[in-house]
Each structure stands twice: as C-alpha cells, then as structure tokens.
C-alpha cells in the first residue's frame, strides 16, 4: 500500500502540473473548454496526490502496528514457552522428590519390619529353648548326666547351690549343687553375674562334655557341664 500511495502522489503531481500549465495557456487564449477541463484536471489529480498521501500514511502504521503485534506475540511466546518450561522442571523435581520419599520410607518400613521379624524370631527361639530345657531337666536325671555324654547339646536348666565361683577372662565356672545332695554340675558362663560362694541360682544353656577334674584329696571326680552363652540366662536369688 505505500508503494501505490507513493507512485499515485507522483503521478497526481505530475498530472496536477501539466493541467496548470495546460489551463495558463487557456487562460490565455481565452479557451473557456479547455479552461474548464484543465481545472477538473487539477481537481482530479489534487484528489489523487491525497489519496495517495493518505495510503502513504496508513500503511506505516499499518506495518508498525503488526511488527508491534508479531512483537507481542513472540514475547507471550517466549514467556509461554518458559513457563511450560519452568512448570515441567517443577513437576519433575516434585516426581523426584516424591519418588525420594517413597522410597526413604519403603526402605525404613522394610528395615523397620525386617527388625520387628528379627526380634520376634529371637523371642520365639528363646521361649522355645526355654521349654525344651524345662522338658529336659524333668526327663534327665542326674543320674543320667554323669553316666555318659549321650545328652551333650540338649538344652537343659541346672539350679542349686554354689560351692565354688571363679572368673577368668571373662568367664564364669560356677560349681552348683544340682540336687542339694553333692551332685555337681560345673555350670560355665559367657559373662559376669553376682554369683558368689553359697548362692543360689538357676542357669539355663546347653548340656557339654563331661569335665574330670582332681580332686584335693587326690583322687578325680567327673561332673557334667552346662554352657551359658549369655550371663542374663543366669538367675541369683
């Protein structure tokens, strides 16, 4: 549109000149026809040089206006795109963090519950040990323990009277009346308990091998022997 605005000031400019040139000379000559054409002539190409100059100005704004749109398009464009941009980053660090938490806590409830197992297991174990000791105390005579060694790694529980207690290197050797009538039974435990001469306690463990030892008046004697892996399996009244 400026450029026919352009070329139709031109060309009314043009037009305009020859046709007051042309009206000069029949002014001249006193032409009145051609007087009278020559200023129609005027008029006409004065209208075009106007409307020519009213498309010249219309197309800058024109233009300017859809440069300032194109403009603003790209710019909500560019903020658009960065906000979608901004929003998935955002998502993706929350699926992250999320996914993070998850599994924090799946693994503290399967560590939570591994332990919770575990202690249950142990729990089970010990009341079940703790039977089959009862069991065994009550079907194992004394007098069955000091024949052989056929009941070595039965649970079993020994409870009398101390004559002799003695510690080393951490260990106990606790030497216990077993029936209140001079049958010993050489009670050996992992760790410390109160135990001293004349106590009386209850020990639960695990049947071992016979022990011989000498005895002061210069013969030997043979006892059974109980193991006590934990010195809280140890009661002393």
Known sequence: ??????????????????????????????????KLSSIYTVA????????????????PVKSNESGSNQSIYT??????EKSES???ASSKAASEKSASIKGSSEA??????????????????KASQAQEAQINSQNISYGMLIKSDDNKGKAYI???SVLQAQSDSGMEMLLVDATGNG????????????????STITAQGVLGKRDTYDTQAGGSNTVPTLYVDDSANVTVQ
């Open 108 to 125: 503290a409830s399967i560590e939570s519950a591994s332990a919770s197992s575990e202690l249950a297991k142990s729990e089970s174990q």
């Open 183 to 198: 049958d010993y039974v050489e009670v050996i435990v992992n760790g410390k308990t109160n135990a001293v001469e004349d």
């Open 86 to 88: 901004a929003a998935k």
């Open 1 to 34: 549109m400026s450029d026919l605005g352009a070329w139709m000031f031109i060309i009314g400019i043009f037009v305009m000149m020859v046709a007051v040139i042309v009206l000069i000379v029949a002014a001249i000559k006193k032409a009145n026809r051609l």
């Open 158 to 160: 020994v409870s009398g």
């Open 75 to 80: 710019a909500k464009k560019s903020a658009a």
């Open 44 to 59: 006409g190409a004065a209208a075009i040089v106007i409307i020519g100059i009213i498309f010249m100005m219309v197309s």
